[in-house]
């Protein structure tokens, strides 16, 4: 049964640091992995989309990476602004479906 | 030019109701999904239906029947309300079941009172 855990559950960092979140998944037979974002109360809202064939994408300030040998991801966010402020979630692609992590509330202080 | 979108945004009821909740996108897409996301906001995957045939139901109660009427309408009906129902309801819609990538509406949040 695939399982996907996100740590950590909560972060805070001062504006302009980089940072990285981490997501790993018990089994490595994915058909792809997409990082999201969710604003309270609100829709997710995708932000990158890894197929398994591939090992990194990038948009913008932000560069996602998969290894699927090690059944990790990290999304790493480069000079973080308090927009940036958000739930990230990691999803896994599993033909049909996505199994979620449980994501990393991120806070980015002025 | 909302991609995805969902009615109502907020729904309240009370136990033992019967309720439905529509989802239409708008960009092509062959396969519709519901997931559900609970209190302690973890999201899970309800149903997903491809090309109006159901291909997933992830062993929910049977109160919940989605009904796909085209490709790009699928909605949600929920008879029997229990509080236990409460939480936030997502669609979403992707090109195919395969690799594709998935985008969501803004759900609708279902209070059981």
């Known amino acids: 049964k695939q399982e996907v855990t996100q740590i950590p559950a909560a972060l805070s960092v001062p504006e302009g640091e980089n940072l990285v979140l981490n997501c790993s998944f018990t089994?490595?037979?994915?058909?792809?992995l997409q990082w999201f974002r969710q604003d309270p109360g609100k829709g997710l809202t995708s932000l990158l989309l890894?197929?398994?064939?591939?090992r990194e994408q990038t948009s913008g300030r932000l560069n996602a990476s998969l290894d699927k040998s090690s059944g990790r991801s990290t999304l790493y966010i480069a000079a973080s602004q308090p927009g940036d402020s958000a739930t990230y979630l990691c999803?896994?692609?599993?033909?049909?479906?996505?199994?979620f992590g449980q994501g990393t509330e991120l806070s980015v202080k002025p | 030019d909302t991609a995805v979108s969902q009615t109502p945004k907020y729904l309240v009821t009370q136990m033992g109701n019967d309720k439905s909740i529509k989802c239409e996108q708008n960009?092509?897409?062959?396969?519709m999904y519901w997931y559900k996301q609970d209190s302690k906001k973890f999201l899970k995957i309800m149903f997903s239906?491809?090309?109006?045939?159901?291909?997933i139901n992830e062993t929910v109660p049977n109160r919940f029947s989605p009904k796909s009427p085209d490709k790009a309408h699928l909605n949600l009906h929920i008879n029997s309300l229990e509080l236990g129902d409460s939480a936030v309801y997502f669609c979403?819609?992707?090109?195919?079941?395969?690799?594709?990538?998935?985008?969501f509406g803004p759900g609708t949040r279902l209070t059981v009172t």
């Open positions: 979403a819609s992707s090109q195919d079941y395969s690799s594709y990538e998935q985008y």
């Open positions: 089994d490595s037979a994915i058909y792809n």
């Open positions: 890894i197929q398994s064939s591939q």
């Open positions: 999803a896994v692609g599993l033909g049909g479906k996505l199994i």
């Open positions: 960009l092509g897409h062959d396969t």
């Open positions: 239906y491809n090309n109006k045939e159901l291909i």
